[in-house]
């Protein structure tokens, strides 16, 4: 398989995931919008839904690009305030493991996609195949890190055996890529993940690093596309056909 083969056929597998994520949500809900490619497609049907005025959601986005995407798309926003709940939480992942424990940020994301997912009462991961690993680790973890503090961070981040690296702008390699709040991001090189919480736990002590990648124990499910069809995944369960799924948030 050629590799832009490869990367339309995941692409069919992410529109696959986004469509059966439709079945999650219900008229009147509070929906948290992902950020990435997988949510991009779904951003677009829940869109369709709202223009043909088959679902009343409103929605609050992890990215100025999903934002001006759901703008553009007449789904109603929602500016973040106290007491704010979402219904759901719609988005994407770099890795997931059995347990739907997840590496996100790859998009950049990551911090805004933490404090949504965190204030859902469901989130909900949509991937293709690629994404659904045995072990966590192989994608280079993603953390963003207050500008000044950046070189302590790098040697924080070296002593956990991370081997960081900053991330460098996609349209422009002598420059920093910034995320939506012009923190800088690193992607840390560990290999296999062998106690991911501990991780966690090590790097919410290092000043200047806002946050990390690691997503442990937030999902409630996650949908992901094999030979062609969305399967549910729950932690520690069988995988289910997303059509045979009666449980909805
Ligand atoms: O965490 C993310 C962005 O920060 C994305 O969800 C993740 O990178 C997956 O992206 P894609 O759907 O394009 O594969």
Redesign the pocket.
């Known amino acids: 398989m050629t590799p832009t083969k490869d990367k339309e056929l995941l692409d069919q597998e992410?529109q696959v995931a986004a469509q059966a994520a439709l079945r999650w949500v219900r008229d009147g809900m509070l929906v948290g919008l992902?950020?990435?490619?997988?949510?991009a497609h779904f951003i677009k049907l829940l869109g369709q839904k709202v223009q043909a005025g088959e679902l009343r959601i409103q929605a609050t986005a992890t990215s100025v690009a999903s934002e001006n995407l759901a703008r553009q798309l007449g789904i109603p926003l929602v500016e973040p305030h106290r007491g704010l709940r979402f219904d759901l939480t719609v988005?994407?992942?770099?890795e997931l493991d059995p347990q739907l424990n997840l590496i996100?940020?790859?998009?950049?994301?990551?911090l805004r996609?933490k404090v949504l997912a965190t204030a859902s009462a469901y989130m909900l991961v949509i991937a293709d195949s690629s994404k659904a690993v045995a072990q966590l680790g192989q994608f280079p973890l993603p953390l963003e890190v207050v500008s000044f503090a950046l070189p302590w961070v790098m040697d924080a981040v070296a002593a956990t055996g991370g081997n960081p690296v900053v991330r460098m702008d996609k349209n422009d390699p002598n420059k920093y890529a910034y995320s939506d709040q012009g923190n800088l991001l690193i992607d840390c090189h560990y290999g296999h993940l062998l106690n991911p919480s501990e991780l966690a736990k090590q790097l919410k002590t290092i000043p200047g690093l806002v946050e990390h990648g690691l997503f442990l124990g937030l999902a409630r499910a996650a949908l992901v596309v094999r030979e062609g069809q969305a399967q549910v995944l729950r932690a520690g369960a069988a995988p289910q056909p997303a059509t045979d799924f009666a449980e909805l948030p």
Do not use: R
Request: hydrophobic content about 20%.
């Open positions: 992410k992902g950020t990435g490619s997988t949510a988005d994407g992942a770099d996100k940020g790859g998009g950049g994301a990551l996609e």
